[in-house]
């Protein structure tokens, strides 16, 4: 009899494929929503890579610049109030309302500081929200995928023994299949959750210096308009 039944379970088809094309509809829905969402998610990881490389190579290439000594109504002039870079936009920011504030004696609108430092904080939000975008689908895949997983392993299990009690058979070669089937939900929740959680924490850490680097250098660009409004 035990020769039988492993003769039976070695003659099964324990193939990604073949556990994918014995489940049922609802598990096979389940499993495809978690290969899409490891998909998606790895796009976002690549992309936003990227982006903070990019990012963070044109903040230091803004630093440059702006502590070369180059005056800062002509660096102004060069990149326009609308210039590309991250960096570059919250400088333009503050200096655009500088340039507001100026009357047309030359002398200063009261509360221009307090102006230019909301105008650089409005600017870096906008920034940190550009830069933090995707990074919640991250953290739902990362929170969802498993129990999503879990919910296709359990349906499975229970279509299991279903099929185990209208068989009457409790041989490992109509148990093992169906618990397999099961199993492999799980094991695509588990592949999608891990890398987002990841990534997501690493992504965020990365996010917050980058926007801490925006943040500090406002601060400086404020005390050197401040030191100029005093004077």
Do not use: C
């Not at 933090?132 to 997983?149: E, M, Y």
């Not at 169906?178 to 492999?184: K, R, T, V």
Request: no cysteine; hydrophobic share 50%; charged share 20%.
């Amino acid at each position: 009899m035990e020769t039988e039944t492993l003769a039976l379970a070695q003659q099964v088809d324990f193939s990604m494929w073949a556990l994918f094309a014995r489940a049922t509809i609802t598990v096979k829905l389940v499993m495809l929503m978690l290969i899409a969402a490891s998909f998606w998610s790895w796009s976002i990881i690549i992309q936003k890579i990227i982006s903070y490389r990019a990012a963070r190579s044109e903040a230091a290439k803004f630093d440059r610049s702006f502590w070369s000594g180059e005056p800062l109504d002509e660096f102004y002039e060069q990149i326009g109030p609308e210039p590309a870079g991250r960096a570059h936009r919250v400088f333009a920011a503050g200096m655009t309302e500088w340039r507001r504030s100026h009357r047309e004696d030359g002398q200063m609108i009261a509360g221009a500081q307090a102006r230019i430092d909301r105008s650089m904080d409005v600017a870096i939000a906008k920034e940190s929200e550009s830069l933090q975008s995707g990074l919640n689908v991250l953290a739902t895949i990362g929170s969802a995928g498993p129990f999503i997983g879990l919910f296709g392993t359990v349906w499975g299990i229970m279509h299991a023994f279903i099929g185990i009690a209208e068989s009457q058979n409790t041989s490992l070669a109509v148990v093992a299949p169906g618990i397999a089937e099961a199993l492999l939900a799980t094991a695509l929740g588990l592949v999608a959750a891990i890398p987002a959680v990841i990534f997501y924490n690493k992504l965020n850490a990365d996010m917050d210096r980058i926007v801490g680097g925006y943040e500090a250098f406002a601060d400086e660009f404020s005390t050197i308009l401040s030191r100029q409004l005093d004077a």
